[in-house]
């Protein structure tokens, strides 16, 4: 035997010893069920003398060691037992990844704070359940990137080309319904989201598991989608109901509000579950001119808005228009009548008459206001008769400001715009 001694994985050079090759391949052998001490010493011996062969002169590493026994298995006809032996050396192998993660290094750096992992979750404070959260987390990232990512993903990642954050949180990825992809539908390329290549497509929808509410179709024609290995055929679109359905509602006035199936509405029949509103039923809204009727609303004397103002960034001194130019309005508004035009500067302070305070409370309970950096903006009050906007108005016009009232359609329409 010319080889005498090899170099472990930590660099240290140690006695060839060819029993343990011997012991290795038996295992393997037992392993799938078929031991043969003869063969597996006939073996190792086979490995020795290749060895010999070809490191004449040079120390053999353990890896080329492992990486001959596999060629010696496979050329001698012992597939299984190769087979039983490539997956032991992969589980040595993860097993040495995990012992090396848990070294004293990995507290030391998190207690020093060098590594900038530590600040990585901003969940978790630092602390001694960070540092638990700290080492698990390493663990579980080393899941994700050897057993769940693909290598090409890993390496970028352990390269630093890019960032996968949150690797410690060992739970799949959700995805969202309406996230559009590239489709390719009868030579048609189109941009559709999961949920509408799923209605899109004509075939029935397969219940595959009716507790769940999962539904699958599959596509009779060429649907393809664009996915990073290029075109890909899609045989099978998969639905599953959401786990609380969402409730649209909205009301003669334009006002909607999105809730659960079971979320209460008072109509006049009394009290129903959202799922039992119908287009027939009259929800309950606050009545402001009842509301607002003799009402004491304030008990300071003034409102400095240029203090309120200053607050936000309205990109430059608040101006409002008591007026829009009269060729933007149809001609209900025309017949309603629009006087005013100009523009002038919003006193700095205003004067909190009841008048006004019915106009504050209407704007901030039913009003819409519109602010964009850069253009106008715009507080706007819609109803159905136009008394409740004409006293609104008047609460302005104590303070030195009009708005603008138009009608569209069936409703009336206060707007205070710069």
Known sequence: MLVEQIVKRDGRVVSFDEAKITAAIWKA?????????????????RVTQLLDERFVGELPTVEEIQDLVEDVLIAAGYTRTAKAYILYRKQHADLRDIGGLLTEPLIENYIDDHDWR??????????????????????????????????????????????IHDLGTLGAYTYYGKEVIVTRVNERIKLLSFERLFNDLPEEAIPLNKADGAYAKYPSDDVYVLDK?????????????????????????????????????????????????????????????????QEKLFSVGTLDFLELFQKYDWGGDARFYDGVPLEDLDEGARLDGIIHTQSFTAPRHVRLTEDFGYFFGFALAEGFISYNKGSSQRISLTQKNKEPLLQANKGLLDNGISGCLIRKGERYELRVKN
């Not at 390493?138 to 352990?158: A, C, F, G, M, Q």
């Open 29 to 45: 052998m037992r392993a799938v069920g078929d031991p043969d001490e003869s063969a597996s010493k006939r073996l190792a011996e």
């Open 118 to 163: 530590v600040r990585e979750n901003s969940n978790m404070s630092y602390s001694l359940q960070g540092l638990n959260t700290h080492i698990t987390d390493k663990v579980i990232s080393r899941y994700w990137l050897n057993k769940i990512y693909p290598n090409e993903i890993r390496d970028t990642h352990e390269r630093g080309d890019f960032h």
């Open 229 to 293: 290995s290029g075109w890909t055929k899609v045989v099978q679109v998969t639905q599953k109901k959401k786990q609380r359905p969402m409730r649209f509602i909205k009301n003669r006035g334009g006002r909607s509000v999105i809730v659960t199936d079971n979320h209460p509405m008072i109509t006049q029949e009394g009290e129903k579950e959202a799922q039992e509103v119908n287009g027939d039923d009259s929800l309950f809204t606050v009545d402001l001119e009842r509301l607002f009727e």
